[in-house]
């Protein structure tokens, strides 16, 4: 939580970003990622909340698992998911790329 309050705090347009600034049991936190238009998250199973809601997802992924996961899901493993473990200044602009990549074509079809 302090993170995402210390990322939204430098935002200079928060128009369309909101900050859930509390602590939830994971059926609340099923249901947030459900009303999304689009989730990007580290978390396994948070990945698998959008997966199973029907939201367009992008994995930053810890583990190899995570390709493997988007993929037994029908979803593209290979596209839609980013290993962030020690990555480098210069990996950030191609790991935004890939992120807005999905995020357009999952815009195409809505």
């Not at 995570?66 to 290979?78: I, Q, S, T, V, Y």
């Not at 990549?101 to 809505?110: C, D, Q």
């Amino acid at each position: 939580i302090v993170a995402c309050r210390e990322a939204y705090n430098r935002l200079s347009d928060k128009s369309g970003v909101y900050l859930i600034d509390k602590d939830m049991v994971s059926p609340q936190i099923k249901y947030v990622i459900s009303k999304m238009m689009f989730f990007c998250g580290t978390r396994m199973h948070a990945n698998f909340a959008a997966i199973y809601t029907g939201v367009p997802l992008f994995g930053l992924a810890y583990s190899y698992k995570f390709e493997g996961a988007f993929d037994a899901n029908g979803l593209n493993g290979k596209e839609q998911t980013a290993v962030v473990n020690n990555i480098s200044e210069s990996d950030i602009p191609n790991i935004i790329a890939k992120i807005n990549k999905v995020f357009e074509n999952s815009l195409k079809i809505i």
